[in-house]
Protein backbone atom coordinates (compact mmCIF):
# COMPACT_ATOMS: atom_id res chain seq x y z
CA UNK A 1 0.00 0.00 0.00
CA UNK A 2 0.97 3.31 -1.35
CA UNK A 3 0.93 6.63 1.36
CA UNK A 4 0.21 9.84 -0.22
CA UNK A 5 1.73 12.61 2.39
CA UNK A 6 0.31 16.15 1.10
CA UNK A 7 1.71 19.80 1.90
CA UNK A 8 0.71 22.89 1.32
CA UNK A 9 -2.77 24.66 1.06
CA UNK A 10 -3.70 26.81 3.24
CA UNK A 11 -6.53 30.63 2.98
CA UNK A 12 -5.23 32.67 -0.17
CA UNK A 13 -7.40 35.91 -0.83
CA UNK A 14 -9.08 35.68 -4.82
CA UNK A 15 -6.08 36.21 -7.29
CA UNK A 16 -3.62 34.72 -5.02
CA UNK A 17 -1.42 31.53 -5.35
CA UNK A 18 -0.86 28.22 -3.54
CA UNK A 19 1.34 25.42 -4.36
CA UNK A 20 0.73 21.76 -3.18
CA UNK A 21 2.93 18.98 -2.75
CA UNK A 22 2.24 14.83 -2.55
CA UNK A 23 5.06 12.90 -1.91
CA UNK A 24 4.15 8.85 -2.83
CA UNK A 25 5.90 6.13 0.16
CA UNK A 26 6.57 4.23 -2.91
CA UNK A 27 6.16 3.38 -6.77
CA UNK A 28 3.46 5.40 -8.79
CA UNK A 29 2.86 6.17 -12.53
CA UNK A 30 -0.13 8.50 -12.75
CA UNK A 31 -0.40 11.57 -9.95
CA UNK A 32 -3.15 13.66 -9.70
CA UNK A 33 -5.10 16.16 -7.53
CA UNK A 34 -8.78 16.03 -7.14
CA UNK A 35 -11.31 18.82 -5.36
CA UNK A 36 -14.85 18.54 -3.64
CA UNK A 37 -16.07 21.49 -2.33
CA UNK A 38 -19.00 21.78 0.14
CA UNK A 39 -21.98 19.93 -1.21
CA UNK A 40 -20.52 19.26 -4.73
CA UNK A 41 -18.71 15.75 -6.05
CA UNK A 42 -14.85 15.14 -6.27
CA UNK A 43 -13.84 16.29 -9.73
CA UNK A 44 -10.39 15.88 -11.05
CA UNK A 45 -8.13 18.60 -11.02
CA UNK A 46 -5.24 17.78 -12.63
CA UNK A 47 -2.99 14.82 -13.22
CA UNK A 48 0.59 13.18 -14.80
CA UNK A 49 2.46 10.14 -15.27
CA UNK A 50 5.94 9.70 -15.23
CA UNK A 51 6.72 10.94 -19.39
CA UNK A 52 5.06 14.16 -17.65
CA UNK A 53 2.49 14.70 -20.15
CA UNK A 54 -0.28 16.51 -17.94
CA UNK A 55 -4.05 16.43 -18.42
CA UNK A 56 -5.91 19.63 -16.85
CA UNK A 57 -9.63 20.31 -16.09
CA UNK A 58 -11.18 22.88 -18.18
CA UNK A 59 -11.82 24.86 -15.19
CA UNK A 60 -8.14 25.30 -14.03
CA UNK A 61 -6.77 24.93 -17.41
CA UNK A 62 -4.00 27.92 -18.30
CA UNK A 63 -4.00 28.63 -14.41
CA UNK A 64 -2.75 25.28 -12.12
CA UNK A 65 0.32 23.41 -13.63
CA UNK A 66 0.66 20.22 -12.73
CA UNK A 67 4.30 18.49 -12.58
CA UNK A 68 6.11 15.87 -11.10
CA UNK A 69 9.85 15.35 -10.16
CA UNK A 70 10.80 11.06 -10.92
CA UNK A 71 13.94 11.51 -8.38
CA UNK A 72 11.68 12.08 -5.55
CA UNK A 73 8.44 10.68 -7.25
CA UNK A 74 6.92 13.96 -5.78
CA UNK A 75 3.70 16.17 -7.87
CA UNK A 76 3.54 19.76 -7.48
CA UNK A 77 0.52 21.84 -8.30
CA UNK A 78 1.02 25.37 -8.85
CA UNK A 79 -2.61 27.21 -8.75
CA UNK A 80 -2.39 30.81 -9.83
CA UNK A 81 -5.36 33.15 -10.46
CA UNK A 82 -7.43 31.34 -7.21
CA UNK A 83 -10.90 32.20 -7.32
CA UNK A 84 -13.79 31.73 -4.69
CA UNK A 85 -14.96 28.94 -6.75
CA UNK A 86 -11.47 27.01 -6.38
CA UNK A 87 -11.51 26.38 -2.68
CA UNK A 88 -12.65 23.45 -1.40
CA UNK A 89 -10.68 20.08 -0.38
CA UNK A 90 -7.72 19.15 -2.40
CA UNK A 91 -6.51 15.37 -2.52
CA UNK A 92 -3.54 13.78 -3.82
CA UNK A 93 -4.84 10.35 -5.76
CA UNK A 94 -1.99 7.61 -7.76
CA UNK A 95 -1.87 4.56 -9.42
CA UNK A 96 0.52 2.35 -10.67
CA UNK A 97 -0.56 2.27 -13.63
CA UNK A 98 -0.50 5.35 -16.65
CA UNK A 99 -2.92 8.05 -16.65
CA UNK A 100 -6.22 7.25 -18.31
CA UNK A 101 -9.23 9.44 -18.77
CA UNK A 102 -10.79 9.77 -16.76
CA UNK A 103 -8.04 8.94 -14.23
CA UNK A 104 -8.16 5.64 -12.23
CA UNK A 105 -6.70 6.03 -8.54
CA UNK A 106 -5.53 3.02 -6.63
CA UNK A 107 -4.75 5.46 -3.75
CA UNK A 108 -5.57 8.97 -1.78
CA UNK A 109 -4.26 11.21 0.03
CA UNK A 110 -5.67 12.72 3.44
CA UNK A 111 -6.77 15.99 1.74
CA UNK A 112 -5.73 19.35 1.88
CA UNK A 113 -7.69 22.51 1.85
CA UNK A 114 -7.47 25.10 0.30
CA UNK A 115 -9.39 28.57 0.69
CA UNK A 116 -10.55 32.01 -1.26
CA UNK A 117 -12.09 34.80 -0.38
Known amino acids: HVQLVESGGGSVQAGGSLNLTCVPS?????MGWFRQAPGKERRAVAY???????TYSAFVKGRFTIARDNSNNAVYLQMNSLQPDDAGTYTC???????????????WGQGTQVTVS
Open 93 to 107: AASGRWCSQPMKVDY
Open 26 to 30: GYTNC
Open 48 to 54: VDRTDRP
